[in-house]
């Protein structure tokens, strides 16, 4: 795996007038997960914290929010997101009082429609064509909630700001050609996502979890103690563009 201290750091002249999206995986948890996962969540967004504000001292600071499964902006909004994401809601909370402004990211039709057909789908429909029909709907609906995003994105992110997207990481937005996007990857992101395979690989095979939290590598590690860090957030910078 390639170390974030081996991507060079970003130029602000590189980025100088275009619109920049520091793009930020979410993950949920239930209540009732075991302590290393709510601790190893709490860890990630940590170091999400980290390394937006890394990305915002390279580049420029975050001037929008915009929140998967939120349709209202302001205080509304945010009490949205303290529901959705307890464990990132204090740092997007701060960033909101600070200055940025958290935008309504979805329309609430949509998303309605879209966790209806997915409650179909998770109840085990017996009818083949009823099966085609939830899956059809499903896939329409994920299809329109995305490209609502990006319209969204689109109004309000001007000539030269920078946003922060909150999205769940197997999400399939397309992003239009303009837009600079940067994946926010720090350490803790691979040690939780090993962490839930090895949790749901357990849950398939009734089997106990092996202890899966080990540093994401010695490399990644070291450059994270010693501040290269700072050098690293741009280093992520997939220019998730259409393709990606």
């Known amino acids: 795996m390639t170390t974030l201290s081996q991507f060079p750091k970003p130029e602000a002249d590189q980025y100088e007038g275009k619109r920049k999206l520091f793009l930020v995986p979410i993950?949920?948890?239930s209540p009732d997960t075991p302590d290393d996962g709510q601790q190893l969540l709490e860890r990630y967004w940590s170091e999400v914290r980290d390394h937006v504000s890394n990305l915002e001292r390279s580049l420029t600071a975050a001037a929008h929010v915009?929140?998967?499964?939120?349709?209202?902006?302001?205080d509304e909004g945010m009490r949205l997101i303290e529901f959705l994401n307890i464990k990132g809601y204090p740092f997007i909370q701060a960033m909101c009082q600070s200055a940025a402004r958290l935008e309504a990211t979805e329309d609430l039709a949509l998303v309605h429609e879209n966790s209806d057909w997915q409650r179909?789908?998770?109840?085990g429909l017996m009818?083949?064509?009823?099966?085609?029909?939830?899956?059809?709907g499903y896939r329409e609906t994920t299809r329109k909630r995305f490209e609502h995003i990006v319209s969204r994105i689109d109004e309000t992110l001007q000539e030269g700001e920078a946003g922060v997207l909150f999205v769940r990481e197997d999400h399939g937005i397309q992003f239009?050609?303009?837009?600079?996007?940067?994946?926010?990857?720090?350490?803790?992101?691979?040690a939780l996502k090993r962490w839930l395979g090895d949790q749901s690989r357990a849950a398939q095979s009734g089997q106990p979890p092996q202890d899966s939290e080990a540093p994401a590598t010695g490399d990644t590690e070291q450059?994270?103690?010693?501040?290269?860090?700072?050098?690293?957030?741009?280093?992520?910078?997939?220019?998730?563009k259409a393709s990606e």
């Open 27 to 29: 993950f949920t948890l």
């Open 66 to 74: 915009y929140h998967e499964m939120v349709s209202e902006e302001g």
């Open 120 to 123: 179909c789908l998770s109840i």
């Open 127 to 136: 009818s083949e064509n009823v099966m085609s029909t939830a899956l059809e």
């Open 176 to 190: 239009p050609a303009n837009l600079q996007v940067f994946y926010v990857s720090p350490p803790a992101l691979d």
């Open 223 to 240: 450059a994270d103690q010693s501040g290269e860090d700072e050098d690293t957030e741009a280093d992520q910078e997939t220019e998730n």
